[in-house]
């Protein structure tokens, strides 16, 4: 096709939804920018629809197209002219795939990076052959009101398209999905799946194009498909975070490739992607699909024109007055990003401290500490975290199912209101961690769910038990909750400029076999995982039931360092890595033996336990999910250690694995000695007793998730 031609039809298309061309550019679009550079080395196509007039409203689609147009210009090099973008209106099937074929059919050369990216509805229709085929959803789906006829684009017809690009590095990112629930369960996310119409039929322009697609020349291109779920009965579900929602798989993809490196495998990238989205949301997992046969060792640049400047967001713009930045905040870590406070402080490149005064979602607002300031940043600058300001008054949200009565809802607000140091039920404009709710099966018994549905492992409660009997119980619960939530806020792999690694090693046979690692460094470091995922498997990592694990921790920096383990183990409670003070036959101990600090000299390696068959250090029966936080900093652990031995007395088997009582006590204790050995000036303009202030050079803290199977 013309682009003459293509850009009268656009003009026809403009003139039927009521659109002049320069309410087209407003709107932000870039494509007339696009046609005029033919040789462009980097080019994407994002869709993201919003608001369908048949179909509820999603939240996030539009979100997730922003996410991937900062990513791709300030991360991956694109030009912003390269980029086009549907959303909303625009994105009807007609512009959808004339776009396709102009913006990236008529100017991608063999060698060219091409990103095709789709947020929005899923369904299945059915061509009449009885089997159901997968179809994302047009702003347009039925543009023929009181017909059986539908405008949907289907899956096949998409895959036609991108094999018929002329480079090999093609890759799509499908945040949508197909496959529509029978029965509701509870759920904190927005789904993106319409239900199917047996008797809908697809409109015969799309069958004619499809049928095009099928007799042309088939290239040898295979192009690389990221899809927001794995199984058939799962669905994409939009995170809510303050005040903006994203998709599941966009925001988990994005965030991390802002702090990864380009040496980093596409298996191991994308599993770590599949935990995130786990621990966000539940079991919606992401899947990979390529007709080649890709090596396990493909690097993620091979897709992905990484560089090597990670950071965790960049400059968007200088305000009128000169003295204020806006900023972009994509990578942080999105447990990390919902609690992240004012007054944090974020580095340029160029030394440059900023202030953030105020923030909106991933949009900061900051001023320069230093009023002296010669040299203004530059749009498209990254920025680098300097201190972390956290608040002290966080909690467990929780959000009740819709499915609860309004009776019952009147009693959990409140029941809850007498635990609010603990748990709340989340507010519209809070970020949920948790859904109260109904078992589905039998609903006179209540439990606690995951957002994305997924009941937390020992949390129902007997039949005909009362809705507040059943939140007293879960307390506890809570209680080891929020703890984990409070040590994943340490989360800093990404920041932390206190250079470590740490290996996670499978004792099963004689000699450890490394499993995980994770370091600060900030230069390429090779990717090592313990039975790593064919290409086409995207799982987070896992271990078998009844391994024996150990870890290797090693201090690169110049300064001793202090340790601390603590993590959820597979029955999702608290334990602790905590040694005792050895004392010798002859000495007498004290009546309750003190906790030892575990300290790692300058350019030494440790080993927990140090190859010794000692109890507590063997992985349960039973499948689930685990979380390890390895915490390094460079001074002592007091407050943790004090917290840990109230609750430990003295026994006969006293073992360094073992449970922890009061696992809330001893995250908040940890949050303060990490407080205590930044030694931030107190000019920072923060109250130390509603915040912690947290310094990047002071602690590293590694998280350590997987599945036991």
């Given at each position: 096709m013309?682009?003459r031609?293509f850009l ?6 403009l003139?039927?939804l ?28 994002l869709?993201g ?6 179909s509820?409203?999603l ?8 996410l ?13 002219s ?10 009807s099937?007609?512009?959808?795939e004339?776009?396709?074929?102009d913006h990236?059919g ?8 091409v990103?095709?990216h ?5 369904t ?10 997968n179809?994302?959803v047009?702003?347009d ?9 539908r405008?949907?684009?289907?899956a096949?017809?998409l895959?036609?398209l991108?094999r ?10 499908l ?7 029978s029965e509701s ?6 789904i ?6 047996s008797?809908a039929?697809?409109?015969?322009e799309e069958?004619?194009?499809?049928s ?6 088939s290239?040898?291109?295979n192009?690389l498909i990221?899809?927001a779920t ?31 490196t380009p040496a ?5 990238f994308?599993s770590?992607?599949?935990t995130?989205?786990y621990?966000l949301?539940?079991k919606?997992q992401?899947?990979?699909f390529?007709?080649?046969?890709k090596?396990?060792?493909a690097?993620i640049?091979d ?5 090597n400047?990670?950071?965790?967001g ?7 007055d000169?003295k204020?930045?806006k900023?972009w ?5 999105p447990?990390v ?7 944090s ?5 160029t030394?440059?401290?900023?202030l953030i005064?105020?923030?909106n979602?991933?949009i900061?607002?900051?001023?320069f ?7 203004l940043?530059q ?13 002290r008054n966080i909690?467990i949200?929780?959000?009740l199912?819709?499915g609860?009565e309004?009776i019952?809802?009147v009693d959990?607000?409140s029941?809850?209101s ?22 589905a099966?039998?609903?006179?018994r209540?439990g606690?769910f995951s957002?994305?549905?997924e009941?937390?492992i ?6 005909g ?15 080891t909750?929020?703890?984990?939530k409070?040590w ?5 792999q990404?920041?932390?400029r206190?250079?470590?690694r740490a290996?996670l090693?499978i ?10 690692v994770?370091d ?7 990717d090592?995982?313990f039975?790593t995922?064919?290409?086409e498997?995207i ?7 009844g391994?024996r694990w150990?870890y ?6 110049d300064?001793?360092i ?11 409670n ?5 040694p005792?003070e050895?004392f ?5 101990p004290p ?9 790692i000299?300058p350019g ?6 140090d ?6 250090w063997?992985i ?7 979380e390890h936080?390895i915490?390094l900093?460079?001074?002592p ?15 006969t088997?006293q ?7 009061n696992p809330?006590e001893?995250?908040?204790?940890l ?12 000019d ?6 509603d915040?912690y202030?947290l310094?990047?050079?002071?602690w590293a ?6 599945q036991?199977?």
């Open positions: 013309k682009r031609k009268q039809r656009i003009s026809g298309l003139a039927a009521g659109l002049a061309e320069t309410q087209w550019l407003s709107l932000g679009n870039r494509y007339y920018q696009a046609l005029a550079q033919p040789n462009s080395r980097k080019l994407a196509l869709i629809i919003n608001q369908y007039p048949q509820p409203t939240a996030g689609c539009v979100n997730d197209v922003e991937q147009t900062e990513l791709l210009i300030n991360r991956f090099g694109f030009a912003a390269d980029i086009l973008t549907l959303t909303e209106e625009q994105a099937r007609k512009f959808i004339n776009a396709f074929l990236l008529k100017q991608a050369k063999p060698g060219d990076v990103i095709f789709f947020s929005g509805y899923g299945r229709v059915n061509l009449g052959t009885g089997i159901l085929q179809a994302i047009p702003v789906e039925n543009n023929l009101p009181g017909t059986k006829s405008n949907y684009l289907l096949e017809t895959l036609l991108l018929s690009l002329s480079t090999n590095q093609v890759t799509a990112v945040d949508t999905s197909y496959y529509y629930p369960k509870p759920t904190g996310l927005r993106r799946t319409r239900p199917e119409l008797l039929n697809l409109q015969i069958l004619e194009f499809l095009q697609l099928k007799t042309q020349k290239l040898t291109n192009p990221i899809n794995s199984q058939l009965n799962q669905q994409a579900g939009e995170f809510l975070f303050s005040n903006w929602s994203a998709g599941l798989l966009t925001y988990a993809l994005t965030q991390y490739l802002w702090e990864t980093t495998t596409i298996p191991v994308l770590s992607v599949a995130s989205m621990q949301g539940g919606q992401p899947s990979l390529s007709e080649a046969k090596s396990p060792n690097l640049i897709y992905f024109p990484l560089d400047l990670k950071s965790i960049v400059v968007k713009a200088i305000e009128e000169g204020t930045v900023l905040l994509g990578g942080l870590p447990q990003l919902t609690n992240y406070g004012v007054n402080h974020l580095t340029l490149d030394g440059t401290e900023l005064k105020s923030r979602g991933l900061a607002k900051a001023q500490t230093n009023k002296e300031i010669t040299n940043p749009v498209g600058q990254i920025v680098q975290e300097s201190i972390r300001v956290l608040p909690h949200n929780v959000a199912d819709q609860l309004r019952e809802r959990a607000t029941v809850f007498g635990i609010s140091r603990i748990a709340n039920i989340a507010s519209i404009e809070e970020t949920a961690d948790y859904v109260f709710g109904k078992v099966q039998v609903p006179s209540y606690l957002l994305g549905g009941l937390i020992n949390t129902i409660g007997e039949v038990e009362a809705l507040k009997v059943a939140v007293q119980r879960l307390t506890p619960k809570f209680s909750l929020l703890a984990s409070l994943q806020l340490t989360e800093n990404g920041s932390s206190l250079p470590v290996t090693e004792v099963n046979n004689i000699l450890p076999r490394v499993f995980m994770k600060t460094l900030r230069t390429d470091s090779k090592n995982i039975q995922p064919s290409y498997e799982a987070m990592p896992t271990i078998p039931v391994s150990q290797k921790i090693e201090n690169l920096s300064r001793p202090y340790l601390i383990l603590v993590g959820l183990n597979n029955s999702q608290a334990f602790a890595f905590y005792w050895v010798y036959k002859t000495d007498i009546s309750k033996p003190p906790l030892r600090e575990i300290l000299p030494k390696t440790l080993k927990i336990p190859n010794q068959p000692i109890d507590g063997l349960p029966t039973g499948y689930t999910f685990c936080q915490t900093s460079t001074a652990f007091t407050e943790t250690l004090t917290a840990l031995a109230i609750a430990k007395y003295p026994t088997d073992q360094a694995i073992a449970p922890i009582v809330l001893v995250a908040q204790a949050l303060q000695d990490l407080h205590n050995a930044s030694q931030v000036k107190t920072i303009n923060v109250n130390p007793t915040t202030v310094d990047v050079n002071n803290s590694l998280n350590f998730s997987f036991v199977v």
